[in-house]
């Protein structure tokens, strides 16, 4: 049983860092595609940078310069270290998992439709 626990959320001012972290379990696959995703009450789920298991990342362009997605393969851990936070950042962050050991086509891998496994969220509030 696939279980993705993400925690690291919490309330900052303008300009600050947060790093978040999704801990992966169960997932048997060799091959992967983890992602990080937001979303506000009243909109949909925007995905913000994906990793796949060759090293390949993915960043939304609101985010690109300014967050880094990593995965920690000996602990199973996902990060996402970010920086220069804005207001516009604030949201549920949730992490997510291929369903299918990385087969998840290059275009899509920022779209919340192919991910199969999900966390609960962890709330990011950036403050101006």
């Known amino acids: 049983q696939v279980q993705l626990v993400e925690s690291g959320g919490g309330s900052v001012q303008a300009g600050g860092s947060l790093t978040l972290s999704c801990a992966v379990s169960?997932?048997?696959?060799?091959?992967?595609?983890l992602a990080w995703f937001r979303q506000v009450p009243g909109k949909e789920r925007e995905g913000v940078a994906s990793i796949e298991s060759d090293g390949d990342t993915t960043y939304a362009d609101s985010v690109k310069g300014r967050f880094t997605i990593s995965k920690d393969n000996a602990k199973n851990i996902l990060y996402l270290q970010m920086n220069d936070l804005k207001p516009a950042d604030t949201g549920m962050y949730y992490c997510a998992a291929d369903p299918q050991g990385g087969l998840i086509r290059e275009f899509l891998v920022l779209q919340p439709g192919p991910y199969g496994y999900w966390g609960q969220g962890t709330q990011v509030t950036v403050s101006s």
């Open positions: 169960g997932y048997t696959y060799t091959a992967y595609c």
